[in-house]
């Protein structure tokens, strides 16, 4: 039976543009979801935008228009910057919805019927002149920790200290200006404390979420958990709590539930479920997949699976949590430029070089992903324009030259069968990567995928042997075209937009994962020609990535601590391109095929492997490399490789090493074995 399943994206909250940060949950998650579509899955793919509370609230205050309105001009602009970006929701809602407010007051009256309601006096700021009963936001004075003044009563923007309001020194409303005063007020609490046993055989459970930070959320246990207040007194902007006078549903009460309402207006708007009950009833077979970052893992993780455990509804099978997003090593800054927003972005660069960026670095676990400009550039043009773009360009535009005449050769198993059951063997283990959200694990098979291929034609030089074997160079350019044909469907999860258009220019129907299990070579039908090529996408220049950073203002770049300019001047990096080297220097380098025969780590040296290899010498050599991050040692024996082999022997670690195998790629976990091709040992590699 066709597996049901229900992916969401956390809800961007509607105060302001999506920016980069936002895009790599987006991404990821839009990756995932085009993979088990892709596998013949019956998935829907839905997200929200997040509308009540007091910022929001403030913010259209200051605007002088009604929240309603402010929340609709950013519900317009983030469908299209999430549109652009290629996200394929099925349904983009919102938590300021009829849908909202019926599951919210469906969920708030099982659970109080459930005995997990409590009421509470608090005591609150007040503002007398305005009347109004003030949160966090609505507060502003000077922050006790920096003395920063003109700050939120809730955190520091200046030195990011987090506080009460009371502790915030000359406290005063935002609204009015007049000092705060101090009320109790009945509120009602979900009674989260009454939910331990639930919640920690919850968080035992395999698969529910990754473990680190499943095992950090044992210090609220350690505390004791704590009951969570689900009110706000009026005015706020929100749904008001049924049987109760001027009380309101705090935000974070109805923001999650606003995964079960978009499902129900999707529900409304395709027919394709009676409603959201159908995924979202503790009986149903759905999975339910939620994607979030680390941030908001407490919210998700403990207090969310309590209010769904309470109300009879089904709980998440998995939450995946990510990462936050760095740009050049440190967190987004508006006055250093780097907070870039979606729409800037895609006003200057292809949406693609992004998406395939991200795939490449996002893994199965919660660690920060870095946005680096210089690796970005580099990355786009070496793995997907020169490595990938090249193969297809090269490949198919030489089909369509006169001679060829777009017309495929009979398959030929002599020649392309072993290149096209080799990349087709990885297919299972690429699958599984895009199944766990191991994304880059996904890439970089791809990319060997693609660089075997591309050894393939330059072993044949088919641009060469056109102009005296017409026919051996549509036969080698044939068997090419095979591998181009599978990538389209392994990059359509990552590139769609490309995938497709690689498609057309092969002049194909589109090819799935589904179609994939158990196919076999030949995968084209050599009678049918090719469609009309064209490059697939171009390089990434320098001069367009720079324009990404806005240069601030020069009040706002901080001078550098002189203990700090050795440390700058070495993080530099590649500013400078290096220095050119004459034709016959690079003339003297030889390149040898070779093949691991053993490997094994070297003491005391993490990123340090000592490889066997064997360039067909009769004794083989003793190579030392730092792909350990890369590659564990029962992964890289076996392996065809690209050795330097004229290289003077170097003593590391105490080994002698004789040579340097070829990578591709930044460094790090991020590296990709160049392979030589079905070559013997010992062979030249040109």
Known sequence: MTTRTLVTCALPYANGPVHLGHM??????????????????????????????????????????????FVARWAGEHQKDFADFQISFDHYG?????????????????????????????????????????????????????????QYGDACEKCNATYTPRELKDARSAISGEPLTWKKSSHLFFALSKHEAFLRAQLAKPGFTHPGPAAQLGQFFDKGLADWDITRDGPYFGFQIPGEDNKYFYVWLDAPIGYIASCEQWAKKTGKAKDALEYWDESSNARIVHVIGKDIVYFHCLFWPAVLHVARLKLPEYVHIHGHLTVNGEKMSKSRGTFINARPYLDLLDPNYLRFYYASLLGPGPEDLDFNLTEFRQRVNAELVNNLGNLANRTLS????????????????????????????????????????????????????????????????????????????????????????????????IVPQLAGKLTAQLGRAGLTFKALDGAKYPLLDRAVAIGEPSPLISRLEEAQVARLIAAPPEAAKPAPAPQAKKEQKDAKGPAAPPAEIEYDDFAKVQLKAGKVLAAEKVEKADKLLKLTIDLGEGAPRTIVSGIAEAYAPEAVTGKRVVVVANLKPRPLRGIESRGMILTAGPGGKDLVLLDPGDVPPGSDVK
């Open 24 to 69: 790599v949950e987006h991404v990821q998650t839009d990756l995932y979801v085009r993979y088990l579509r892709s596998r013949g899955d019956d998935v829907v793919f839905l997200c929200a935008d997040d509308t009540h509370g007091a910022p929001i609230e403030l913010n259209a205050l200051k605007q002088g228009v009604s929240p309603e309105e």
């Open 94 to 150: 919102s938590t300021n919805s009829p849908e909202n407010r019926h599951y919210a007051e469906l969920i708030y009256g099982r659970a109080k019927a459930a005995g997990s309601i409590v009421r509470k006096d608090v005591e609150q700021p007040y503002d007398e002149k305005s009347k109004r009963w003030l949160s966090d936001r609505f507060i502003r004075g000077t922050c006790p920790n920096c003395g920063a003044p003109d």
């Open 398 to 493: 030489l089909l369509a030259r006169p001679e060829l005449g777009k017309k495929l050769a009979p398959p030929k198993p002599e020649l392309g069968k072993g290149l096209v059951e080799k990349a087709l063997a990885r297919v299972p283990e690429i699958a599984q990567a895009f199944g766990s959200f191991d994304h880059r694990t996904a890439v970089k098979a791809i990319l060997e995928v693609g660089y075997a291929a591309n050894q393939f034609l330059t072993q044949h030089e088919p641009w060469k042997t056109i102009k005296h074997d017409v026919e051996g160079a549509r036969a080698v350019l044939s068997e090419a075209a095979e591998v181009v044909y599978l990538l389209t469907a392994l990059l359509d999860p």
